[in-house]
Nanobody
Framework: QVQLVESGGGLVQAGDSLRLSCAAS????????MGWFRQAPGKEREFVAEISWKGGKTYYADSVKGRFTISRDNAKNTVYLQMNSLKPEDTAVYYC????????????????WGQGTQVTVSS
């Protein structure tokens, strides 16, 4: 398994931007599909975005498409989530996750998880 630590969350206003980072430990980071999920209070954890192990393929939830961009730097063992035009409904704890499978939006397919970083968007 790979250990994941998220950072970059915070309190912003609607329309602002944030960039989340997820640092991974382990020599096999480049072999994982990496994803971002989020969980708002009282709601299920939901898929946000993912990126293939080489970075050539990405996939986004409809709710963030066109506003969020996922990227990775395998040399730095880090995956990023650039979030633009933030909305109050983006408020959630954001989790980084790793999967040994190909692109998948299923939470159960991700075997490694970070502890999460809080993003709060005020109106």
């Amino acid at each position: 398994q790979v250990q994941l630590v998220e950072s970059g969350g915070g309190l912003v206003q609607a329309g602002d931007s944030l960039r989340l980072s997820c640092a991974a430990s382990g020599r096999t980071f480049s072999s994982y599909t990496m994803g971002w999920f989020r969980q708002a209070p009282g709601k299920e954890r939901e898929f946000v975005a993912e990126i293939s192990w080489k970075g050539g393929k990405t996939y986004y939830a409809d709710s963030v498409k066109g506003r969020f961009t996922i990227s990775r730097d395998n040399a730095k063992n880090t995956v990023y989530l650039q979030m633009n035009s933030l909305k109050p409904e983006d408020t959630a704890v954001y989790y980084c996750a790793a999967s040994v499978l190909g692109l998948t939006t299923m939470r159960a397919d991700f075997g490694s998880w970070g502890q999460g970083t809080q993003v709060t968007v005020s109106s």
